[in-house]
């Protein structure tokens, strides 16, 4: 038996963010979560204390915003269980109180992300974002009166939290080249009686220091995620900038890659915190004390918690995996440790489909391995490439993964340098060596796993997204250790992506590469596109046609060079789609495609796929030259 293409589809993506709210009758747990049925929209539920599940947001609105094109946190809960949120269609901020939504924002080209509700006032605080211009502003939740600005700073800005005394507002900003996981500043302001930041301070990061998130113990202190020892730990951070201390002086992360401003990875929860932390081999959840330090774990059997979290009344709220359960969001008990599952279930295959996952260093480099099912002996491998690069893969049920395995194909997924999860130093690995050290790390694991007798060196594939499509194309092209690659919404060529990309990553690759003009040879010598002629190997692209930050002239141009070179490809584009699947249908089609390029590039038949031609003829010796 095989792991069906819908089971993929039905089960993808997870919760993004949850809220806990205390009513008379209990906790309420609010999330969002992928619709791929239903054009791949997020809906926005709400569990209510009796265990009754319910939408919050109507059929055919979608809680999605365009905020750093990655999109921030796009709701939050009102008291009396009404729903403040940002709608994807046309980027606008809506309140919903029964009946259908009001707009509470003007029409235009804004985008509005990173939603918070200042307490003690009727307004909702969010990041607003018109072109490249970035401020935080407060929005009447009535729809009356003008929206106010509050703060206008650095570049980019995220984390907007008011005092409890109603007095200073911090956030969180950088600006250019930086990323926010290179340096970011916690600022705090004094409010003016108007209600706008007035000179800030900063009491914690700088250029080479990352806070990702910051709330406020009292009127005088914060508690702040921050990496001042290469490692992302908790801090206490006073108004000031005086007397901080570190509260979990450790070796682990309890921060994250702010890809999506409004992640949490704490919350407030009375005198103590509830904390995610740990490694990218294992992420758990924690109750820490931050008068003693004293952390105790309550995250049971998962294996991976997701970048949100909330507390309220002694329960927090949050997202787990296991290997054999998909995300879902847990109310757990602080005190008890109880663990209750509050989604919706999904349909899984029987667990004896599902590969059993092992983590290993190989050679320095961090690799979750799934074996293949029915394979005695060396099998075809997939060596499977996060995106970001910026990023990590978890260790969790995957459904994508188990469709491979459940076939015979084994997949192993490389961290590798440059992944989060293992401090700053691992991260930085990839400091000026992006399409360098990723590549020879991907290179390293395939034949670790031929060393291992796990994997037949002439059957191993690479694939990935994004950032792990620009590792899959630069692999094929930069090693001889693949027999092809599949290529999802991939960058092909660094300098003319860094010309036509949106702004957030428009400085990126100063730091993955260098800075331009000056290392213009690195992007030449790394460029994929430019030496499609050293293909080890066929390639497949798949590209969405809406796609804002990866352009899909990025496959086209890489696809046309194989062509040229007398390489074997295949292109695919799906209309509606941007920067990763939300839609089934394109889940499934995806899927498909991809098997039946490996049948065809490792030597097996794929009979249930639709077949896939790839295009391109060998030159002869003579075309060659």
């Given amino acids: 038996m095989s792991i069906r293409p819908i089971d993929v589809a039905r089960t993808d993506g997870g919760p993004q963010w949850v809220e806990a709210v205390g009513t008379p009758e209990g906790v309420e747990v609010w999330w969002d979560e992928p619709r791929p049925h239903e054009g791949g929209r997020r809906c926005v539920v709400r569990r209510l204390p009796d265990g009754t599940r319910v939408d919050a947001l109507p059929a055919g609105w979608n809680a999605r915003n365009r905020v750093v094109e990655y999109g921030g946190r796009s709701w939050r809960p009102l008291p009396g269980g009404g729903l403040v949120f940002t709608n994807w269609a046309d980027q606008r901020l809506y309140r919903l109180n029964g009946g259908e939504p009001v707009p509470v924002t003007p029409a235009g080209e804004a985008r509005y992300g990173d939603l918070y509700l200042p307490p003690g006032r009727d307004e909702v605080w969010a990041v607003r974002e018109t072109g490249d211009v970035r401020e935080i502003v407060a929005v009447p939740l009535s729809g009356d009166g003008p929206v106010r600005v509050v703060v206008e700073a650095q570049h980019f800005l995220m984390n907007p939290r008011l005092s409890p005394d109603g007095r200073h507002v911090c956030w969180i900003g950088w600006d250019h080249p930086n990323m926010p996981w290179d340096g970011t500043e916690l600022c705090v302001a004094p409010l003016d009686d108007a209600g706008a930041a007035g000179a800030y301070e900063v009491v914690a990061g700088g250029p080479r220091e990352s ?46 890659a702010p890809w999506k401003p409004g992640l949490a990875t704490f919350a407030v929860a009375g005198g103590r915190l509830v904390v995610v932390y740990g490694t990218a081999d294992r992420r758990r959840l924690g109750v820490l004390d931050p008068e003693t330090g004293a952390l105790r774990e309550v995250g049971g059997e998962a294996t991976h918690w997701a970048s949100t979290v909330s ?45 059993v996952p092992e983590t290993v260093t190989i050679e320095g480099v961090h690799a979750h391995l799934y074996p293949p099912a029915g394979v005695r002996g060396p099998a075809p491998y997939v060596v499977f490439v996060h995106g970001g690069p910026t990023g990590h893969h978890p260790v969790m049920l995957d459904l994508e993964i188990a469709y491979f395995t459940s076939r015979g194909l084994g997949v192993a997924v490389v961290n590798y340098g440059g992944s989060t999860g293992y401090g700053r130093a691992y991260r ?16 390293r694991v395939a034949r670790g796993l031929v060393e291992l007798g796990l994997a037949d060196a002439a059957r191993i594939a690479v694939r990935g997204g994004s950032a792990g499509g620009w590792t899959t194309v630069a692999a094929l092209v930069h090693s001889d250790v693949f027999a092809g690659g599949v290529a999802h919404y991939a960058i092909t060529d660094p300098e003319s992506w860094a010309a036509e990309t949106h702004d957030f990553e428009s400085r990126y690759l100063d730091g993955l590469i260098g800075p331009l003009p000056e290392t213009r040879d690195r992007y030449t010598e790394r460029s994929p596109l ?37 390489k074997r490809w295949a292109l695919l584009t799906f209309p509606g789609e941007q920067h990763g699947w939300r839609r089934e249908e394109t889940i499934v089609a995806a899927l498909e495609a991809e098997l039946a390029f490996y049948g065809l590039v490792l030597g097996f038949d794929t009979p249930e796929v639709p077949p896939l031609k790839l295009e391109g003829k060998p030159l002869r010796a003579e075309e060659e030259e």
Avoid at 428 to 443: F, K, N, S, T
Avoid at 538 to 566: K, N, T, W, Y
Wanted: proline share 6%; net charge negative; aromatic share 6%.
């Fill in 428 to 443: 930085e690995r990839l400091r000026h060596r992006w399409g360098v050290v990723d590549v020879q790390d991907c290179a």
């Fill in 311 to 355: 507390a309220v009344d002694g329960r927090a709220a949050a997202v787990a995996a296991t290997p054999y359960t998909p995300l879902e969001v847990r109310l757990v008990d602080l005190d008890g440790g109880g663990h209750e599952v509050v989604s919706a279930p999904k349909p899984l295959p029987d667990r004896a489909m599902l590969p």
């Fill in 211 to 256: 806070v990702t998130q910051a709330e406020w113990r009292d009127a005088d202190s914060l508690y702040a995620v921050t990496d001042p020892t290469g490692w992302w730990n908790v801090h206490l951070v006073r108004r000031d900038g005086s007397g901080g201390r570190n509260l979990t002086p450790v070796e682990l992360e309890f921060g994250h």
């Fill in 530 to 566: 430019l030496h499609a002629g050293r293909a080890s190997g066929p390639c497949l692209m798949l590209h969405g046609l809406e796609d804002a930050i990866v352009d899909v002239s990025q496959a086209e141009r890489f696809v046309a060079e194989l062509d040229r070179h007398g």
